[in-house]
Structures are given as C-alpha cells and as structure tokens.
C-alpha cells in the first residue's frame, strides 16, 4: 500500500526532499494486540534508508481507548477550562483523566463528570495522563445529596474512602465499585438509616481491601470469649491477652458490628441509639487507624437523625 499525497505521517510531507533524505514507504500490517488486549492499527516503515546508517525498520502503533463504567470521586482543575477527574472504574481501578473544556458553560458533558456521578465514559490512553472522550450518565447520587447536608457528609465519606483504598496501577477493583455502587443508591434511596449505611459500608471496603475486623474471637488465641476490641490489633482480644488502649463494648455493640458487616438489616435497624453511638466510634477509630490518616470528611458527617453526635 503506497502513501497518500497528504499523509501526515509521511515525512515527505514535512519538508521539501533533498539529497539526505530517508528513502522508504509505510506498509499497512493489519491490528494487533497490545499488553492491555486492545486492538490498535500497527504500521511499519520499512526499508527506510538513512545517511551512513543503512536500513531502519520503525513501528508505529497510535495509542488505544476503552470503554468503561466508573463512579466519580473528586474533580480538580486543569488549567483555565479543564478539569481531572478521578473515577472508580469497574474493571481498571481508579484512574484520573483530563476532561478537555468541561468548566466551559457551553461543555457537553462537563455537569455528567461531576462527584457521586456514575457515568460510562470513553477514553483515550495518554503518556501522563489518560483524556475523556465521551461521558454518558447512568445515574447522578449527587442531585438528592446535594440537598441534603446529612446525605452529603456520609456520601463524601463514602468517596474519599474509596479513593484512599484504591491504587492508580491499574489494579482491577470490581468488588470496591460494585459496594460504592451499592452503598451510594441505598444511602440516596432512603431505605436504612443513614449513619448505619456509612458504617456498613466502611467495615465491608475495609474488609474487601484486607482489614476484616475479628468480631468472633481473639486475633491472638482464637478463643470465642473475647469482650475487648482492640483497634490496632485488628478486632476483639480475650481477657489474657488484652492490650493497651483496648475498650470493653456491649454484647450488643459487638452484634451490630457483625450485622454492619455481613448486612443483617433487620438487626441493624432496631438497634438502640446507644449502639449505634458506641459503633460509629468503634469504626471510625477503626477505619483512621488502618489508613494511616484521618480522613478529612468524617468529622462532619451529620449523626442528627440517630440522635448521635459526630464526637
């Protein structure tokens, strides 16, 4: 296949020709799989000859997109019209992209990549940093959170947890994205209390990152008489082998706790305002300790409808 009079890639169409020019033709190969699977359209230039050089054979492969469905988790700016957005992805892990003019009032897409937006999204792999293409909305969380301060705090939570659990390596997170899904619709949906959503949802993305609490027997011993919990060694500790720091919680708290976590609704929403004081503490010491860092949201998540306060 011979190069067209205006191919862009042509380097005779660059400059006008001379005696040291490379001499040669791009040959069409077909497409070919990359490490990533995707299809791109591969060119080679072949016999191309250089001064004093001999023959070169180059490859060219453009860079690919995909397509994926991701949950937005925060914007930034980018310039004086851009944004980068970092979404939760369903089969690649967290990402961040530019988003090319979306703080423009006349942006197509600039509203649908807005935080708590869950959206199916088109982009193109770039060296630094990947572009979105195209965005489509499956579903917006934030238009009720953003009329609700109560459902905003624990939805805001919710994200930024998500954003600490996850890496940017491209790591799939499929179970991570299924449960913000999950916990974002039930929050918005109005069907639990909101305070027990945010806990339920800390303990399960903490359990799914690796940090299941033990709430059945002693992280040390094993044995199932286990009154304490300890934060730092990672769940409840018999008598014996009790820590420092470790705090004495109600039969009950500990039966909430296992229902926040395995998602025993029934239990969870009879509850008494006690227990329920006594596990938001317990898992918002929990939650800090295992990443490292307080997370910035977190103290001002509303406890008023449980009559709790954010402590």
């Known amino acids: 296949m011979g190069i067209a009079a205006n191919d862009p890639l042509s380097y005779h169409n660059q400059r006008k020709p001379g005696r040291d020019d490379p001499q040669g033709s791009l040959e069409f190969l077909g497409f070919q799989r990359n490490h990533l699977g995707f299809r791109v359209l591969v060119l080679v230039c072949h016999t191309l ?32 019209a851009d944004r980068i957005v970092t979404m939760l992805t369903k089969d690649r892990g967290k990402i961040r992209a530019v988003a090319k003019g979306v703080r423009r009032t006349k942006s197509r897409f600039g509203a649908r990549l807005e935080p708590f937006s869950r959206v199916d999204v088109l982009v193109h792999e770039g060296r630094n940093l990947d572009i979105i293409q195209q965005a489509e909305l499956v579903v917006s969380y934030g238009q009720d959170m953003a009329i609700d301060y109560t459902l905003w705090t624990a939805g805001q939570t919710m994200v930024e947890t998500a954003d600490r659990l996850t890496s940017e390596e ?12 999950a916990a974002l619709r039930t929050l918005t949906n109005g069907e639990h209390d909101s305070t027990l959503v945010l806990d339920s949802y800390l303990l399960r993305s903490l359990s799914l990152a690796g940090y299941s609490p033990s709430l059945d ?91 709790l306060s954010n402590g």
């Open 49 to 80: 000859t250089l001064p004093d050089c001999g023959e070169i054979r180059a490859t060219i492969c453009p860079m690919p997109s995909y397509r994926t469905e991701a949950i937005v988790l925060r914007t930034h700016k980018l310039g004086e």
């Open 170 to 181: 491209s790591v799939a997170s499929e179970s991570q994205y299924v449960l913000l899904a």
């Open 217 to 307: 027997a002693c992280v040390v011993c094993g044995t199932f008489d286990a009154a304490f919990f300890n934060v730092g060694a990672g769940g409840s500790m018999c008598a014996d082998h009790r820590a420092p720091g470790s705090i004495a919680p109600k039969p009950e708290t500990f039966d909430l706790l296992k229902a926040l976590l395995v998602g025993d609704w029934v239990f969870a929403d009879n509850a008494s305002l006690t227990c329920q004081k006594e596990v938001s503490g317990i898992v918002a010491a929990y939650v800090q300790w295992h990443l490292e860092r307080a997370l910035r949201s977190l103290p001002l998540v509303d406890r008023s409808m449980t009559g």
